[in-house]
Structure formats: C-alpha cells, structure tokens
C-alpha cells in the first residue's frame, strides 16, 4: 500500500502515456506557439500551488525534445543558493553543447563581466588610496577628489558594460543558432516562486536585460500570486502593482485548465489501491459494506467539486484515507462519506476539525458547518443522502458529550408526525426524506446509539493501530 503519490514516470517516446489528467492536449497548444512565434519571447505558466505544473513542464520538455526542439530545464529553488542567477543559467546553456566550443567560450567571456560587481572593489581601492589613520588631513582634503574619481570610473565601468550587454547578447544569439537547428530554444524556469525574493528578481532582471534575443523561448513555470509575494517583499512595499511589474516580463501568460474531477478521483482511487479493503474478500462476507466504496467516491467528487482543492490537497486527503483505512477491522463500520467529510475538515478546515475534536460547537452550529460545505444541487448531482451523513455526524457527537450536555435532536407526536429541533436550510431531498427522517433512522440502527465521533476522529489521528 503506498502512503505518498511519488513523481509520475515520464516516458521517453510517449510522454504523457501515464498523465492521467488528459492534458497532452494542453502542450500541443504550447508548442504551436512556440514553433509560431520563435524569434524569442517569454511565457509564464501560471497556475497554484500543487495542481502539477512541474509534472506537465517535465512531460512538455520531453515532447519538445522528441520534435528536436532543444530545451533546458532548470529549478530555480534548488539553484538559489548562490547570489547571481546568470553563473546557473549559463552552466544549464553549456549542457547543449560540446566542451571547448568556441561560441559558447565567447558567451562566457562576455557574460564574465556581467557578473561582476565593481562598485564595491571601486570603493575599497579608493578608500585605501584616500582614508588612512595617519593622514587623517590628507583623506578629508582629498574627498572631492576621491567621489570624482569613483563617478569616472562608474560611468567608464557602465559605458563598457553596456557595450558588453550587447556583445553578450550578440554571440549568445549566434550560439542558439548553431544549437537550435532552426528551431527555437526552450529555456523551461520552475520553482521561481519559492525562491528567496532577491534571487527570483534577479532571475527576472537577467532574463530581460541579458536573454532577449532571438530564438530563446523562456517558459515560467509560477504561481503568480506567490511571486507576486517575492516581489513585494524584495522592494518592501505591499503597495507596489506586481501585475504591472510582471508585464514588463511576460509576453504571454498561460494557465493550465483545471481537470476533470471525476478523471484524477478515479486515479487516485486506483493508485491508492482502495479496492484491497473495500473489496476484501473478508469485507465482502458483510453485505451492509457493499455500498462504502461508491459513497467515498460520491462523497469525495462532491467535495472536491464544491471547493478549491488543490491536485496536491486530493491526493493527501486519499492518502490519508487509504492509511485511517488500515485501522479498521474487516467487519467494522467505516461510515466511508462521514469519514471522508472529516478527513476533508482536517485538511482544507483545520480549525473547525479541532473544534469538533474539542467540543466546541453546538449541535446547530454542527449542522451550519455541514451544510455550509455542500449545497442541495451537489445532493442532487451526485446521488448522496446529505441528511443522512448529516445525521450520522450529528448524532455521533451528541453521543460525544456528557450526560447533561446532550440534546434531543428530534420528536415524534401523539400522531406519529417528526419534528427536529435543528434548524436546516436543505428543504429537499432527491432521497424523499428529510433530516428528522434520517435522524430517526440512526437511531433505530442499535449499533449505533454508542458510537461516538471520537471512534472516526481517533483513527483519523492515526492514534490506533494500523492492521498490517
């Protein structure tokens, strides 16, 4: 059983044989772009955290390669250890080519001068020349001379290195040239928004002023939100307009489109090999179980549906499922949509899973919580009883409370017509019952009149013991 989702498995000569989120289709679109506009632009790819841009960018590198499109791919995060970004960059240039290419040495001799900081070698030099403790009198009478010298030398060093931006720029367009075979130059930038705020500045400043040129294609692989973080906190001002400021970077932005739920809910079924319990052939013995796989699957498709759960998010809540799973017995009770409903709180709602755990709420605020989470067309849609898990929930945690805090959810009168005490505002249900109906039936279930919530939120916990 496999307890993390671990890097999918990229093909050489099919690329997206094991993408299970149809998005081929998607990379197509990207490389008629690039092979339509190759004189040299930058595209972002710009989607949230955990929807798998790093995945897709690796399978499009792969795609790219195999239609001898040269492409580098290169991990901003891992490589922002070091202060310039040009040194990384120019060493992922090297990759495409031969040892001792005469191009690529030109390359490296201009962008040479790049990197050098000479303002603060200026300073030294003259400040050792000008400022010494024995001739205090000689330093302040030759002040004027020393700040003229140091704009001398900084408008000489700035003429130069100008001239040098553009002989950089020059030979580096004539590497690609020899490189691309006519093609454009994929240059694939991922992880920029984790990146330390002044490294992925840099990345951005260098991209422009030094990489422009023809035939290079940059691709940034971002959550724009979280750059726009970097930025902000790089310049100190939350007022600055980040959205601005990356237009004067990005010449295109592209967002991959959300998949389909049911297709990745099927997926992570399959590769968290749900049916061994589910499908056990000790649980198969207890026809009451029959229905626990269906009502997870209904369950997590209507949350996941009526949220903004992230790929990343899905896969840990059937992760974490797969393993609260192991815990139970094959003739146990798993109430599978209430526990999947819990598992989603303490993932996306943590602080109103503690304040389950702790008995914070009151029944009617409960039921608010539940209800808020769903609506009555997802009921419709996805043929689940959402009174009935509501019941459940409710009813297991009146049972979690002392004697004299527990509350009579509903009443039968002298004529045999329910009333409940909770107020809802689902008024219909696809199932023709209501929730007095459904509270009615957990009740009369006699295994269920002890249960406790603590009996799913223990396990939840993974504070029981795993079944191996």
Known sequence: MKIRHTEIEIDEKDPFVNCKLDRKQYAQVLSD??????????????????????????????????????TIYFNAWENDFDNNPLVALMSELET??????????????????????????????????YIDVDIVADAIENTTKGVTEIFEKEINEYTNKKKTVLEFQKELTKFVNETGSGKPLVFIIDELDRCRPDYAVKVLEQIKHFFSVAGIVFVLSIDKKHLASSIKGYYGSESINTDEYLRRFIDLEYS????????????????YSFDDFYSSAKRRQYNVFDNDAEMFRKMALLLFNNSNAT?????????????????????????????????????????????????????????????????????KEYGVNLFYVNALLLHFYNNSQEQDNKVKLFETNAEGKLSCFIKSKLKTNNFGYDLAQCLQ????????????????????????TINK
């Open 33 to 70: 772009i690039v092979n339509t506009y190759a004189d040299g632009f930058v595209l972002s790819i710009n989607n949230e955290w955990g929807t798998g841009k790093t995945t897709f960018v690796k399978m499009w590198q792969q795609e790219l390669k195999n239609n001898e499109v040269k």
């Open 96 to 129: 495409l080519t031969k040892k001792n290419n005469k191009t690529f040495k030109s390359v490296v001799e201009k962008g040479a001068v790049l990197t050098k900081d000479v303002l603060p070698a200026l300073l030294k030099s003259v400040a050792k020349k």
């Open 256 to 271: 991959i489109p959300k998949p389909p739920t049911a297709l990745f809910c099927e997926y992570l079924y399959t590769y």
């Open 311 to 379: 790929l990343r998010q899905q896969e840990k809540m059937f992760a974490l499922t797969r393993l609260v799973l192991s815990s139970f017995k094959p003739n146990q009770y798993t109430f599978s949509h209430l526990l999947f409903v819990l598992i989603y709180m303490k993932t996306m709602k943590n602080q109103i899973y503690e304040g389950i755990k702790n008995n914070t709420y009151s029944i009617q605020e409960l039921n608010d919580i539940f209800e808020n989470l769903i609506s009555v067309d997802f009921e």
């Open 441 to 464: 039936a957990v009740t009369k279930e006699y295994n269920y009149n002890e249960t406790k919530l603590s009996f799913l939120l223990k396990k939840i916990d993974l504070t029981e």
